[in-house]
T-cell receptor
Framework: GAGVSQTPSNKVTEKGKYVELRCDPI?????LYWYRQSLGQGPEFLIY????????DSGLPNDRFFAVRPEGSVSTLKIQRTERGDSAVYLC???FGGGAIDTQYFGPGTRLTVL | GDSVTQMEGPVTLSEEAFLTINCTYT??????LFWYVQYPGEGLQLLLK?????DKGSNKGFEATYRKETTSFHLEKGSVQVSDSAVYFC????????FGKGTKLSVIP
């Protein structure tokens, strides 16, 4: 079956612009996660959805970052007034039920470059 | 809060050499522990996991044992191959995952 997909694969934008990054999880997976990976670092947690609701958004760095999952499937990460420090690879993962034991399956990521 | 510290790379080994990548963690309670791998040009994928103390995860010849007394989850493989060249990430999980910085392994023929 299809894995987690993310679009676009690359996004170049200018400082101050608004961007949207999309994640399409594995069909039937109720849990969805967003992470951010800077060069030479491990992924850092941003937000976790269980169904349509954000179960934990403690990793969002500030109020410029927002994510939605209105129908419990596709999710969009939205970044307002982008800054150069937002440049990173944004990873999405999904798992069947969530929780520590369920395996998270990662997408290929969206590489965001803010000029 | 939770944190993971793993051996800094890069690590370069000859084919058939023994591999150890150290990983230690700080966490309250009993999280699950994972090793993820990222092959060149590919996404992160789960290599192995352990969900409780003394569990051993294994896959593709790799092994790691959840050691609560030393808060460690070291990755080992007895004989590495060129195809094992990748970046390896240790992680601990409750709901979200907390990752280490990654260790790049290069295996030369």
């Amino acid at each position: 079956g299809a894995g987690v997909s993310q679009t676009p694969s690359n996004k170049v934008t200018e400082k101050g612009k608004y961007v949207e990054l999309r994640c399409d999880p594995i069909s039937g997976h109720t849990a969805l996660y967003w992470y951010r990976q800077s060069l030479g670092q491990g992924p850092e947690f941003l937000i976790y959805f269980q169904g349509t609701g954000a179960a934990d958004d403690s990793g969002l760095p500030n109020d410029r970052f927002f994510a939605v999952r209105p129908e419990g499937s596709v999710s969009t990460l939205k970044i307002q007034r982008t800054e150069r420090g937002d440049s990173a690879v944004y990873l999405c993962a999904s798992s069947f039920g969530g929780g520590a034991i369920d395996t998270q399956y990662f997408g290929p990521g969206t590489r965001l470059t803010v000029l | 809060g939770d944190s993971v510290t793993q051996m800094e790379g890069p690590v370069t080994l000859s084919e058939e050499a023994f591999l150890t990548i150290n990983c230690t963690y700080t966490a309250t309670g009993y999280p699950s522990l994972f090793w993820y791998v990222q092959y060149p040009g590919e996404g992160l994928q789960l290599l192995l996991k352990a969900t409780k103390a003394d569990d051993k995860g294994s896959n593709k010849g790799f092994e790691a044992t959840y050691r609560k007394e030393t808060t460690s989850f070291h990755l080992e493989k007895g004989s590495v191959q060129v195809s094992d060249s990748a970046v390896y990430f240790c992680a601990l999980g409750r709901d979200q995952l907390t990752f280490g910085k990654g260790t790049k392994l290069s295996v030369i023929p």
